[in-house]
């Protein structure tokens, strides 16, 4: 699992990054709200803990901004602030628990794995983008506009969730390879051109006209002209 910290307070954001490695979680950390956001909107995390009075930008722009581009990643606010009011608005806006400093280490770990399970509970079965439907319980591509529809590969799968979660942004390589494959895997790179390319010839036996564009030097985006 992959947690992202933004915390700006140096020594707790490495005390918290050293208790959720010691509980093998993958973690990277930020320092201000505005490369955490930038690092969160990549969509390659499980969990975001995020500190709310920080430079740059607050916790509360970090999560407004997440959840207007459709990132749903869970996030666990931390604060110093104990008042109800900061702890119903953090909540409202998007966060899904809130825990005041200081907070005890098995609460921490116990909320993250809280959020994250209920986040497994509610993924969507059915995405949609463009013509296509992706049936994530049937691991099936179904085009809305002929009724066709082709089975597809657990990896496939993945590849295509996460392209239509980012639909109208570009997803790096970089990105896809550590989400679906990670780092310490034996695959090669170029395994996300071959299954770029079984997703491309899917998508043309089903007469879908979304397509998979190669963005050069940046990665790929879904993309759907339909002439009216």
């Excluded at 990054?17 to 955490?36: A, E, F, R, V």
Aim: with cysteine.
């Amino acid at each position: 699992m992959k947690i992202l910290i933004v915390e700006d307070e140096y020594a707790l954001a490495d005390a918290i990054g050293q208790t959720l490695k010691n509980c093998n979680y993958s973690i990277t950390i930020c320092n201000d709200g505005l490369s955490g956001l930038n690092e969160a909107l990549t969509g390659v995390y499980d969990c975001i803990v995020l500190d709310i009075m920080m430079p740059k930008m607050n916790g509360y722009q970090v999560i407004k901004e997440l959840r207007s581009e459709n990132i749903k990643t869970p996030i666990l606010l931390l604060s110093a602030k104990s008042e109800v009011e900061s702890k119903v608005y953090g909540l409202d806006i998007g966060a899904d628990y809130y825990l005041t400093k200081p907070f005890a280490t098995k609460e921490l770990i116990a909320t993250i794995r809280a959020i994250t399970r209920r986040k497994e509970q509610i993924i969507e079965s059915t995405l949609t983008f463009g013509d296509i439907e992706l049936k994530m319980d049937q691991c099936e591509l179904f085009c809305l506009a002929n009724q066709q529809s082709i089975p597809i590969s657990n990896k496939e799968l993945q590849l295509l969730e996460m392209l239509i979660s980012n639909k109208g942004r570009i997803v790096s390589k970089d990105t896809i390879f550590e989400k679906i494959w990670g780092y310490d895997s034996d695959a090669e790179y170029n395994s996300i051109e071959v299954y770029i390319s079984f997703l491309r010839k899917k998508l043309s036996v089903i007469d879908s006209e979304v397509k998979i564009k190669s963005k050069r030097g940046l990665g790929y985006c879904m993309e759907y002209s339909h002439d009216s």
